[in-house]
């Protein structure tokens, strides 16, 4: 995780004062699991519980939708990210869009 950027699901960042907003941001990634990794799922649905193969292929999906919503912000020059959201969407049967969004601003350490 990149720590140069400032990131809250807030609409403020205690101890900052927002200077400049740049606009949104955005990361979005869609995935979808193999067939065997489908199977092995499914499989794992019989017993109840935690399924790791899902929760493992949401939580890699989320960190990469992150991980471009932040390079999104760099390249616009924020150091924050404010209002910060996860969406998710299924585009097809067994294809999922996931899109990170937020709020790009400037901010300064007040005193």
């Given at each position: 995780?990149?720590?140069?950027?400032?990131?809250t699901t807030s609409i403020s960042l205690e101890g900052y004062k927002?200077?400049?907003?740049?606009?949104?941001?955005?990361?979005?990634?869609?995935?979808?699991?193999?067939?065997?990794?489908?199977?092995?799922?499914?499989?794992?649905?019989?017993?109840?519980?935690?399924?790791?193969?899902?929760?493992?292929?949401?939580?890699?999906?989320?960190?990469?939708?992150?991980?471009?919503?932040?390079?999104?912000?760099?390249?616009?020059?924020?150091?924050?990210?404010?209002?910060?959201?996860?969406?998710a969407n299924d585009v097809m049967s067994g294809v999922t869009e996931?899109?990170?969004?937020?709020?790009?601003?400037?901010?300064?350490?007040?005193?």
């Open positions: 995780m990149d720590n140069s950027i400032l990131i927002i200077v400049k907003q740049l606009g949104i941001v955005r990361g979005i990634t869609v995935r979808s699991r193999s067939v065997f990794g489908n199977m092995a799922g499914s499989f794992m649905t019989l017993f109840g519980g935690k399924n790791e193969i899902y929760t493992k292929l949401c939580e890699k999906t989320r960190e990469e939708a992150l991980s471009l919503m932040i390079m999104h912000g760099k390249e616009i020059g924020c150091n924050a990210i404010i209002n910060m959201r996860y969406d996931v899109l990170a969004y937020g709020t790009a601003v400037i901010v300064e350490k007040m005193e």
